[in-house]
């Protein structure tokens, strides 16, 4: 089976020493470090990455990014194994054509706030609730659905009001017909044990909230946060599903590994949902590289969404024909196991669509 991106520990090590000169090991590995850390401007990249005209140009300009900028200082050593514009970078830093709104793109692509039913809790299914913990997010993904909600770009206050956990929790109380929870966000894993912890035993005390699901990228860009006391804490609310993150198999290190492994010993299943990006992933042999290794670390493939139509991300989405074709060239090349569900996300809401049949000859 396929190995793991290589970013191991001499090269990570390498990587601290020079870029983060007076960051001990310790500090590397605390994930609290690694979030106060983040680069979050064009001249704290600037000191690390050589960056591409293009790079400098959108860097230097954040009243146009759709997001703000935040990457790791473990991401940042991926980065600098790439050159400019290479495709972890186009998922993390800003591209000056985030200022274009295309044809048919929303600010809410997928109209969670006309189906908002509490503050931070939006009902996407007659039985399924979509729990928004958090704005923050370990690093912004330019491409993300909810741009809306995410704090404003040059700081200040959130595009959207802060999250309300108490009041979801009491709606979710009286309804007992919502039988499944997704905490998202954001992303639900930057925030502290203890305010996860709380938040997951509310839920799981629901009786009638069987399926408690996360949804996160933390294992792909700050998988420090994989701590054993998380592991525990998750452990003592199963059931519980995590909906993992990865993209791109440069992703996929061996401290994700670890992270993905702590995971799966705390006894949780692991799904993977991925975003077919233009240039970045929307060919063969990187999706194959992708779902080939995820499944070797135990994660199953799930989900392949085809971009939402979401303000200014019309340089990131690929095409539901390239996704059908890279779909259709993998079965009979992979274990069925590594073809995900090709999906679509109607403007508005709805519900999603299936774009491909799925798993085809590639046996299991
Ligand atoms: S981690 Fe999720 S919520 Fe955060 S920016 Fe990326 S896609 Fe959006």
Redesign the pocket.
């Given at each position: 089976m396929s190995s793991l991106s290589t970013f191991d520990a001499a090269q990570e090590r390498a990587f601290r020493r020079r870029a983060f000169p007076s960051a001990t090991a310790a500090d590397w590995a605390d994930w609290r470090w690694q979030l106060r850390h983040r680069i979050r401007s064009g001249r704290g990249l600037e000191r690390v990455l050589e960056l591409s005209a293009d790079e400098r140009r959108a860097l230097a300009a954040p009243d146009t990014w759709r997001?703000p900028l935040a990457v790791t200082p473990y991401m940042l050593g991926l980065l600098s194994r790439e050159t400019p514009g290479g495709p972890l970078r186009r998922t993390l830093l800003p591209d000056v054509r985030e200022a274009r709104t295309g044809k048919g793109e929303r600010r809410d692509p997928l109209g969670e706030e006309a189906h908002q039913v509490a503050p931070g809790l939006v009902r996407s299914y007659p039985h399924k609730a979509l729990l928004l913990a958090t704005a923050d997010?370990a690093g912004?993904?330019r491409y993300?659905t909810?741009a809306r909600t995410a704090p404003a770009p040059l700081g200040g206050r959130p595009g959207a009001a802060p999250p309300d956990s108490g009041r979801a929790l009491a709606w979710l109380r009286r309804h007992p017909e919502v039988r499944d929870v997704l905490v998202s966000?954001?992303?639900p894993l930057v925030m502290s044990d203890a305010r996860l912890e709380h938040l997951l035993r509310a839920l799981r005390a629901i009786p009638h909230v069987d399926l408690i699901r996360i949804g996160t990228?933390t294992p792909a860009v700050l998988p420090q946060r994989i701590t054993p006391a998380l592991a525990r804490l998750f452990r003592s609310v199963r059931p519980l599903w995590l909906s993992l993150?990865f993209t791109h198999p440069s992703e996929l290190t061996p401290r994700a590994a670890e992270a993905c492994g702590r995971l799966l010993d705390a006894g949780l299943p692991l799904m993977n949902q991925t975003v077919l990006l233009r240039g970045i992933n929307d060919d063969v042999e990187t999706m194959r590289r992708l779902n080939e290794r995820l499944l070797h670390l135990g994660v199953k493939p799930y989900y392949l969404h085809q971009g939402d139509l979401a303000a200014g991300t019309g340089h990131l989405r690929s095409t539901v024909a390239r996704g059908r074709a890279i779909l259709r060239a993998l079965c009979g090349q992979v274990s069925g196991y590594a073809i995900p569900h090709f999906m679509f996300d109607p403007p508005g809401g709805g519900g999603k669509r299936h774009l491909f049949p799925g798993g085809g000859r590639g046996g299991d």
């Open positions: 997001m997010c912004f993904c993300c909810r966000g954001g992303d990228k993150h």
